[in-house]
């Protein structure tokens, strides 16, 4: 085990109290969801990060499970000190519906028949797997996740989330992925569901009793895995070697070490993979299209995220172009949004690999917080007129030790601290105006949090009010937000 893991960690289960209604209008019932959670929420559940897995992928995105040979798929970027950092952010992943890695799938049993589901389970969308993620992260009482982050199809998860739920999203980093299935894509994945459809042990998909298709699965996962390797990676891995021999064996077995190396993996996969939900979750990938009849300028208008869009310059299945169509829809809209592209031989797998491009670019980009990144927009504040003695009871009720005075038009008069209230016990004051403090240090929403962070110090202050251009108040940022954000400060 590396030492900057996270070490050893355990897959939790949600099971959502309502019926999921599915993007077809069908309803999946009993919906049960895998999910890891690591690092620790904060004070006002403001850095909570989600992060969406890819077709094959699974909750397990970090860490070891005991006695593992290896941590999960994406532990490279997901820990201490690396960009998406354990000590300053609560990181969440969960399998998606459809999925066979302890979330609802066809695989699962259905509850009307008390067997597997099989066919029998619901087409599913990315769309339906966002609202799962929804109701997972509401049961948790986040209200806005400071950042939502995947690759592939973790990628269209993550723009599906900002156009399902923008409010709930900061910031989003879509990776080597696309707005929409292109009929290239489209018709690689038919490709590998007609090689497990074709399989006499598919069996219509009921096949949980008896043998599995693991050979059209297996045919399935190679097709793929060749789309998500270049050519370049292909040749510095294998060449043209052959696989233990010296020449040509004239025949129809394995002959060169990529074959031995496509058989392998084929092999592998059926062992940690249903290959239904192979088939339910590649044709959800199949119906991606997010902008639908309009256009991506239409599909992100209104939008208040910040983005980083990322490709890789050898992915030939979701090729740069396809991110910078993304990037060309959100400039429209005069969305804040950066866009880089990875340099990498590997192909569409580099963001999974690209440990050391991927933890710059993403630190690099969450790291340039604003004030109105990470403030409380849902705060407790008191009118001029009021009462110390209200003063006092809102502090007690909500907790808090500093309480902005507004006028009627929200505007920022002044701002008493707990150690005013206590002033007023022993100099016998009544009216509010006799001990709040009327030249109050505040922020802009636009302000760099290292910049609140410094206020902060100098004036030993653990509470600023964030004002916009009007004086009027829109949200607080305090010591608790930044000593999670920002190491050092």
Known sequence: MKNESIGIVETKFHSLADDLILESGKKLKNVQIAYETYGKLNKENSNAILVCHALSGDAHVAGWYEGDKKPGWWDVIIGPGKCLDTDKYFIICSNVIGGCKGSTGPASINPDTKKPYGLEFPIITIKDMVNAQKKLV???????????????????????????????????????????????????????????????????????????????????????????????????????????????????????????????????????????????????????????????????????????????????????????????????NDIDVSYCEIKSSYGHDAFLIEAGQLNYLIAGFLSHTLVKDVMSRDFAKIKEKSSIENAAETMLHEEITHLPVITDENKLLGIVTAWDISKSVARNYTELNEIMTKDVIVVSPEDPIELAARKMKKYNISSLPVVDENQKVVGIVTTNHISILIAGN
């Open 138 to 332: 509401n049961s948790m009482g986040i209200k806005q996740l400071f950042a939502v982050i995947g690759g592939s199809m973790g990628g269209m998860q993550v723009l599906q989330w900002c156009i399902s739920y923008p409010e709930m999203v900061r910031s989003a980093i879509p990776i080597a992925t696309t707005a929409y299935s292109s009929p290239q894509q489209i018709a690689f994945n038919e490709v590998g569901r007609r090689a497990i459809i074709s399989d006499p042990c598919w069996n219509n998909g009921s096949y949980y009793e008896s043998e599995f298709p693991d050979d059209g699965l297996a045919l399935a996962r190679m097709i793929a895995h060749i789309t998500y390797l270049s050519n370049e990676s292909m040749y510095q891995k294998f060449g043209r070697r052959l696989q233990d021999k010296e020449e040509y064996g004239f025949d129809f077995e394995t002959d060169f070490e990529v074959e031995n190396y496509l058989h392998y993996q084929g092999n592998s996969f059926t062992k940690r993979f249903d290959a239904n939900s192979y088939l339910y979750i590649s044709k959800a990938i199949d119906y991606f299209d997010l902008a639908g009849e309009g256009s991506l300028a239409e599909a992100f208008y209104g939008l208040k995220i910040k983005f980083l869009v990322i490709s890789v310059d050898s992915d030939w299945l979701y090729p740069p172009s396809q991110s910078k169509d993304i990037v060309m829809g959100l400039n429209a």
